[in-house]
């Protein structure tokens, strides 16, 4: 990939001190060189839309972006369409440089069923945890209430807890009952938290 520094699209001034030899159109150097941020633009939008698709297996995602990345710090934000459903905590490796664990919610791993098949996920990577946090919601969670129509007035969650939870530092959570808990599956409440089922 070519890194791009102190780019300009206007043609150089003529102050008269070149030479006639030196002097060149530059509607025919762009011609012959194209236009680096234009492409990487449009390869860098590419890879915002969706359109990618991944591939992999075993909770293990691989995506090849249209940009090209050579370092995991040049990629601020990528969406891609997963290809398959992830069973629990999930890495992803662009371009080849190296596996990086996916996040949700800051800080916290990947449950199972988080990403289906077919979803559109983004993600951003954070240099100082060196992950990619999932800034699309994950396939379980609600994003607010639902209706037939123009009226969002049903919030809906599972009725089963098959995977350990703990309830987000300094948060309260609220399911609607009855709520049945696996058997060896944890829900975790610290201390000022509540959990309220009603």
Do not use: C
């Not at 206007?10 to 234009?38: C, H, R």
């Not at 075993?58 to 398959?84: C, H, M």
């Amino acid at each position: 990939m070519t890194t791009i520094t102190g780019y300009n699209a206007s043609p150089p001034s003529d102050d008269g001190s070149q030479t006639e030899a030196n002097k060149v159109k530059w509607s025919t150097i762009t011609g012959k060189i194209g236009d680096p941020l234009n492409d990487f633009l449009s390869a860098f939008h590419e890879d915002q839309t969706g359109s990618l698709n991944s591939t992999g297996s075993a909770d293990a995602y691989l995506l090849t972006s249209n940009v090209g990345y050579t370092a995991i710090a040049d990629i601020p934000l990528i969406s891609f369409k997963a290809n398959f459903l992830n069973t629990g905590a999930a890495t992803i490796d662009i371009d080849g440089l190296g596996a990086k664990t996916i996040k949700k919610n800051h800080d916290r791993d990947l449950d199972a069923d988080d990403i289906e098949v077919g979803q559109i996920v983004v993600l951003s990577y954070n240099v100082t945890d060196d992950t990619f946090e999932m800034v699309s919601n994950t396939a379980g969670s609600s994003a607010g209430a639902t209706g037939g129509g123009a009226d969002l007035v049903f919030f809906e969650n599972d009725q089963v807890v098959t995977t350990d939870y703990t309830i987000t530092d300094g948060k309260n959570a609220g399911s609607f009952g009855a709520i049945t808990i696996n058997s060896g599956v944890t829900v975790t409440i610290g201390a000022g938290e509540v959990w309220t089922i009603i």
